[in-house]
């Protein structure tokens, strides 16, 4: 199946650093979504991107549909220590026939007050 | 709205017992899925259902079942656990099945 290479797979950062993670694949994806998991609980969506080329805020968050539509960044500014947690890309492409949401393996980020 | 919503939030089985975890989601939604969650190896696909009285294999189904006899609810048997089933359960559900998905709080279940 398709596969989403997120990187890294965890960050260390100071309060006030700013942050970025990006996912890649080999596939052509039509929409990319970031989520983030706080310690002890589900997954809850950031921002949505469903056009090559996007560029979307939520806050200090920033993210991009790369225009090859293989990859996707995901920028956090000024970083606070609420900001901890788990962030997940995911992506739909089409899957034997039918469109199906992949998820990547996860950054986990921990930011030092 | 409550969402989706999963039940118990925690539990411990030992060796060979069995056990059904219950998702219900209130958003009316065709789409719903079961996660298991494991450190390093992000949210990995058990099982899914595009709607009422239907499932589907996921990524890694051996050893566990799932029913969805209600549009609503979504349950996850396992018939005989094993120490290798310890992990975080996540139920979602979507619209679509490529849109964004809405994930309950999770169930950790340890197996001993």
């Known amino acids: 199946g398709q596969q989403l290479n997120q990187s890294p797979q965890s960050m260390f950062i100071q309060e006030g650093e700013d942050v970025s993670m990006n996912c890649t694949s080999s596939s052509i994806f039509n929409t990319w979504l970031w989520y983030k998991q706080d310690p002890g609980e589900g997954p809850v969506l950031l921002i949505a991107l469903y056009k090559a080329g996007e560029l979307t805020s939520n806050g200090r968050l920033t993210a991009q549909f790369g225009i090859t539509r293989k990859d996707s960044f995901l920028n956090i500014s000024a970083s606070i220590p609420s900001d901890v947690g788990i962030y997940f890309c995911a992506g739909s492409s089409p899957q034997g026939g039918s469109e199906k949401l992949v998820f990547g393996k996860g950054t986990n980020l921990t930011v030092n007050p | 709205n409550a969402g989706v919503t999963q039940t118990p939030k925690f539990r411990v089985l030992k060796t060979g017992q069995s056990m059904t975890l219950l998702c219900a989601q209130d958003m009316n939604h065709e789409y719903m899925y079961w996660y298991r969650q494991d450190p390093g190896m992000g949210l990995r696909l058990i099982h899914y259902s595009v709607g009422e009285g239907t499932t589907a294999k996921g990524e890694v189904p051996d050893g566990y079942n799932v029913s969805r006899l209600k549009k609503q609810n979504f349950l996850l048997g396992l018939e005989s656990a094993a120490p290798s089933q310890t992990s975080v359960y996540f139920c979602?559900?979507?619209?679509?099945?490529?849109?964004?998905?809405?994930f309950g709080p999770g169930t950790r279940l340890t197996v001993l």
């Open positions: 979602a559900s979507s619209i679509q099945l490529a849109d964004e998905q809405f």
